[in-house]
């Protein structure tokens, strides 16, 4: 009964390949978001996606490029991994983009660059 | 400056002890404020959103104080599972869904 779900839980690469992580939510949300947690556990939000539309785009390095085929769904997509993507990445979901929607994590991808 | 801005600790409290956590932002223009747990290698979950006149949960008290952009978090009577880091998370006020967040602050409740 996962409501939001990741995939893998844990990844470890060598420089330069290129990954993807899933996400997916059960919850019947419209609204959905990509979140890196760096070393120092700053949690930071990288895109978010309203219905398929992206909303969301922070200044994160075209290496990453986020997908959503339906609204259930937003995987990430990274092209030449550097080391220091080496981090946390965290999926969430919530109801709408207002401002007093809770936002439901999934259990987080942890990624290590070698 | 950061735009969210905790002390990271750790506070290490006996049980039953009550602890305090507080937070400042930098946006004057944010709306809508939370205080959401982190447990080690865990997702963050929402613990209580916080409202302008403060509000409880429990054993959590949150105050809310616009004129000085600043959050509070009380937890009174302490549990070994309260032990966890907490993170004070901001709206942004582009109504894009956005939220801050603080680095956290880590309590380790000890028996």
């Known amino acids: 009964d996962t409501a939001v779900s990741q995939t893998p839980k844990y990844l470890v690469t060598q420089m330069g390949n290129d990954k993807s992580i899933k996400c997916e939510q059960n919850l019947g949300h419209d609204t959905m978001y990509w979140y890196k947690q760096d070393s120092k556990k700053f949690l930071k939000i990288m895109f978010s996606y309203n219905n398929k539309e992206l909303i969301i785009n922070e200044t994160v390095p075209n290496r990453f490029s986020p997908k959503s085929p339906d609204k259930a769904h937003l995987n990430l997509h990274i092209n030449s991994l550097e080391l220091g993507d080496s981090a946390v990445y965290f999926c969430a979901s919530s109801q709408g983009q207002g401002r007093s929607e809770t936002q439901y994590f999934g259990p987080g991808t942890r990624l290590l660059v070698l | ?111």
């Open chain 2, 1 to 111: 400056r950061k735009e969210v801005e905790q002390d990271p600790g750790p506070f290490n409290v006996p049980e039953g002890a009550t602890v305090a956590f507080n937070c400042t932002y930098s946006n004057s223009a944010s709306q809508s404020f939370f205080w959401y747990r982190q447990d080690c290698r865990k997702e963050p979950k929402l613990l209580m959103s916080v409202y302008s006149s403060g509000n409880e949960d429990g054993r959590f008290t949150a105050q809310l104080n616009r004129a000085s952009q600043y959050i509070s978090l009380l937890i009174r009577d302490s549990k070994l599972s309260d032990s966890a880091t907490y993170l004070c998370v901001v709206n942004d006020p582009s109504n894009t869904g956005k939220l801050i967040f603080g680095q956290g602050t880590t309590l380790q409740v000890k028996p």
